[in-house]
Every structure is written in structure tokens, then in C-alpha cells.
């Protein structure tokens, strides 16, 4: 069947806006509810008899949860349909918001808020970001920008909405209203429909004709590398789904050449027993292909960088009311300058998006300097200089600005360092390190908090640890000039 002039609007079709739409509001609510925490946060410290390190941790598990549960969510993608993962993430991330309002200490909000919620929102969101990449080929990456952008949004509007209700309805009260926009995820998560039948053959087709042409040029090498990474990621994703689900029905209707009985090493054995070992052998051989394929040189630094600056950012977002407060401002104050943190991620994730579709952009220059850019700016928190209204409010904006620009690259880098086959479970162990670095850095910035008894520690931390992990980053270029000249000798001539 011909598509329709609506699906004919560009690569992505009527339903590719929708869904990159529903993509983009699912992260409004997801890491916009994730930040507002750093306005709760307060509140906790003021009615809970715990630590700074203890209640900063409930924080630092939400976001360690979303991020690093990429895998299971993959997982579950792999045999349920992508509006069927969010649909249930949505259900579940409302039930662990609406559990909060009658927590009676600390570990309870560990188990609900950082836990169930954070789980839930991981699988509304990882299924939302990955169907806009299977709809669109030649913007893929502005598309993804500007669905990741609504992290911004909602880091800008959803903090400041907190401090509302908190002080309208306490912290228990305005825990019930979150959980009822959460809800609102079940809505967008319906609109994730499947790539229609003449997106998968657009991608075939393309797929097939970039198989005849060189992956690197002296130029660029990068370029349609990264090109060609993505489009087979996204082929395979569909040949992956075809296989499962061919595989289910013969499974289901019995059939299959195997004998009812089967002896091997002389003992009666049922063939699903065989089967299932056969699975579990290829399962493990999968994974050690799968480890041995990504983690190179590249990608080792590229992993450990993505933990350093989740330490950095997530250092910043979760504490970012409380510090603007301890310098002097007003609770409404504080969040506003907060809230400038979310408007700078919009920007920045949009722009990284565009500098990502850019053939004659080197996207690793540009993300090494945002990742510099951003600890720099973290560093200079620490400036008394700077402690007031319109010096944090730029500031904030700034360093939400250049934060933006490395969610916008994230993915596009990716692609770039791990090439074809590696990158669709490459991009799942980077979640991880996403997770693992959000969840290691609020409580050792909570512990100097109550060691020092003041926030700038935690903050230079933050921007020294994103500088480390910029200039790691800058090793992979470096690797790759000194191996290419190794590997191509200039000759000497007479």
C-alpha cells in the first residue's frame, strides 16, 4: 500500500511529529519531576532528622534508576512493543508517586521514590527516545534533539510548579499532584505507534545501497560512519523484532523437527530442556560478543566520561535550590534561578541536535568542549562574585546551555565511536554509566555538605570532575591520529 501525502510530509511521516511530540512531553514529566527534587530536597532536610547524604540519596537513586535501567527496558523492548513498555512505565512511576505522601522516614522514599519511580519513568522513557530514531533517517539526529529538549522544559516549568504546590499544599499533598501529572505519561505513551510498513522499507533500501559504499573517507571518517551506524542499528532493530516474532508462532503452533525424545550422552532429555540450553549457550556467546565488539579504547574513555560529567551534572540539578538559598535568596528566588538551569538544557539540547546533523561538524571537538565548558561554569558557582540575582541566573543558564549540548551529542557520538553492529546494546551499557554516575556523586556531595557545612565543596567537585572527564575524552582522537600514524608511516624521499 502507497503512503499517504501526510506520511509523505519528510522521512518521518505524520506520525513521526506525533510521536517525537509525545516523546518530547514524556521527558518534560519524567527528568522534570527527576530535577523538582532538588526543591523537595529541602523540605526533607527541614522535616526529616537525617543527614544531607541520606536524603540526597533518594535523589541520586531516581535518576540512577532512569538512566541505568537501559538495559532492562532494551530488554523488554525486545518482546513487547514500544507504547506497551511505556504504557506500563507510566503506571508504574504514578504508583510509586502516589505511595510518597505516607512515607514515615528516608528508606521508604528509597524504596518508592528513587526505586519504583525512577524504574517506571526509565521505561517511559527509553522506549519514547528510541521510536523517534526509528522513524526519521535523515534528521534523526535534530529529532532526537529536540525530543531530548523537553528534559529542559521540564527542568525549567516542573521545579517551579513544585514550589507552588509545596507551598500551597505541603510536601505530602503535592506529591499526590505529581502523581496525577505523571499519569499524563499513559496519554503520550499511547501515541508511540510502530513505524509504518514504508518507513522499515525506506530504511532496507538505504541500508542496502550505503553497504556498497566506503564507511570512512581520509576527510571525514566519522561522517558516514556515523551515518551508516545508525540506519543499521535501526535495520537490524527490525529484523530483531521480525525473528521474534516468527520465532513465537512456530514455537506456539509446535512446529518444529525436533523428535519428542532426545538422547544426549546416552540420557533421555525433553527437547525444550535442549532448547532452553541451546538459548542460554547463545545468550552468553551474545554477551561476550557484545563485550568484546564495544569496549575498546574508545569506548572505555567514552564510558568513564559519561559517568564523570553525570557526577558533575546531577551534583548541580539536585542541589542546585539549596545552594542558590544558602547564598542568601528567598525560597521563590532560589527556585527561579533554578529554573534557568532547565531554559539553558532546552536551548543546548536543540542546538546539539543541529551541530549533530552538521557534515562539516566535528562532533567529538564540540563535545569535549561542552564537556570542559560545563565544568568550567561549575567551578565558577564558587565565586561570591557572583552571588546575586541576574550573576547565578546567567550563570545557571550557561551551564544549562552547555549541559544541553552533550545530551544533544550523546547519542550521535555514540554511534560515532562504536560503529554498525555495536551500537544499538552499546547504547544501553552507556545508560548505565549514566546511572552509576548520577548515583555515586549527590551523597559524597551531601557528606562534604555535612562535614564543611556549606555547598561550594560539592560544586567544585562537580566542575573538576566534568573537566577530567573533556579532557579523557580528548585521548580518543589523539589515539587515533598516533595509530594512524603508526599504521601509514610517512616515507622519507631523496
Not at 509523505?8 to 511530540?21: A, C, K, Q, R, T
Not at 507504547?83 to 512505565?89: M, P, W
Not at 527437547?271 to 560478543?289: E, L, P, W
Request: charged share 10%.
Amino acid at each position: 500500500m502507497m503512503p499517504s501525502r501526510c506520511q509523505e510530509w519528510s522521512d518521518g511521516g505524520l506520525w513521526g511529529y506525533v510521536v517525537v511530540l509525545s516523546a518530547f512531553m514524556i521527558q518534560v514529566i519524567t527528568f522534570g519531576t527527576a530535577q523538582s527534587f532538588g526543591v523537595f530536597n529541602v523540605e526533607f532536610l527541614d522535616y526529616f532528622e537525617y543527614s544531607a547524604a541520606a536524603i540526597s540519596l533518594v535523589g541520586s537513586i531516581n535518576v540512577g534508576i532512569i538512566l541505568g535501567s537501559g538495559p532492562i527496558a532494551s530488554l523488554l523492548m525486545n518482546h513487547l512493543s514500544h507504547r506497551q513498555v511505556a504504557l506500563i512505565g507510566a503506571i508504574i512511576s504514578s504508583i510509586g508517586l502516589t505511595c510518597m505522601p505516607f512515607a514515615p522516614n528516608v528508606v521508604y522514599m528509597y524504596v518508592f521514590y528513587g526505586f519504583v519511580t525512577g524504574f517506571g519513568y526509565c521505561l517511559s522513557y527509553i522506549p519514547s527516545h528510541v521510536l523517534c530514531g526509528l522513524y526519521f533517517q535523515r534528521h534523526r539526529s535534530l529529532a532526537t534533539g529536540i525530543a531530548v529538549s523537553g528534559q529542559g522544559v521540564g527542568g525549567t516549568v516542573i521545579p517551579y510548579i513544585s514550589y507552588m504546590l509545596i507551598e500551597t499544599y505541603g510536601w505530602r499533598g503535592s506529591y499526590f499532584i505529581m502523581a496525577g501529572l505523571s499519569l499524563h505519561n499513559i496519554v503520550f505513551a499511547a501515541l508511540l505507534r510502530p513505524p509504518p510498513k514504508h518507513i522499515e522499507l525506506d530504511i532496507d533500501e538505504t541500508t542496502a545501497q550505503e553497504k556498497v559504499e566506503p564507511l570512512e573517507t581520509e576527510e571525514n571518517p566519522l561522517e558516514i560512519k556515523h551515518i551508516y551506524s545508525v540506519s543499521i542499528y535501526v535495520r537490524n532493530h527490525f529484523e530483531n523484532v521480525r525473528n521474534l516474532n516468527n520465532t513465537t508462532t512456530e514455537l506456539s503452533l509446535g512446529e518444529t523437527d525436533l523428535p519428542d525424545t532426545l538422547y544426549v550422552n546416552g540420557t533421555n532429555t525433553n527437547n525444550m530442556h535442549i532448547a532452553g540450553g541451546m538459548v542460554a549457550t547463545t545468550f552468553i556467546s551474545k554477551i561476550k560478543d557484545q563485550l568484546k565488539n564495544i569496549f575498546s579504547f574508545g569506548f572505555i574513555i567514552y564510558f568513564i566520561n559519561n559517568i564523570f560529567w553525570n557526577m558533575g551534572a546531577s551534583t548541580v540539578i539536585l542541589f542546585g535550590p539549596e545552594f542558590n538559598e544558602n547564598v542568601g535568596f528567598e525560597k521563590e528566588d532560589a527556585t527561579i534561578v533554578f529554573t534557568m538551569i532547565g531554559c539553558g538544557t532546552c536551548v543546548g539540547c536543540v542546538l546539539g541536535g543541529i551541530l549533530g546533523n552538521l557534515a562539516c561538524c566535528n562532533r567529538i571537538a564540540v563535545y569535549i568542549f561542552a564537556n570542559l565548558a560545563n565544568g568550567t561554569l561549575a567551578l565558577l558557582f564558587a565565586l561570591p562574585i557572583l552571588h546575586n540575582f541576574w550573576g547565578l541566573l546567567t550563570l545557571s543558564f550557561l551551564w544549562g546551555l552547555m549541559f544541553g549540548v552533550i545530551l544533544g551529542l550523546v547519542m550521535v557520538v555514540t554511534a560515532d565511536l562504536l560503529g554498525a553492529e555495536a551500537f544499538g546494546y552499546g547504547y544501553g551499557y552507556l545508560m548505565f554509566a549514566n546511572g552509576l554516575g548520577c548515583s555515586i556523586a549527590p551523597p559524597l556531595a551531601g557528606w562534604l555538605l555535612d562535614v564543611t557545612g556549606d555547598l561550594v565543596p560539592g560544586f567544585l567537585f562537580a566542575g573538576l570532575i566534568t573537566i577530567l572527564g573533556g579532557l579523557l575524552v580528548a585521548l580518543i582522537p589523539l589515539q587515533r591520529r598516533l595509530c594512524s600514524v603508526k599504521d601509514n608511516p610517512v616515507r622519507k624521499t631523496s
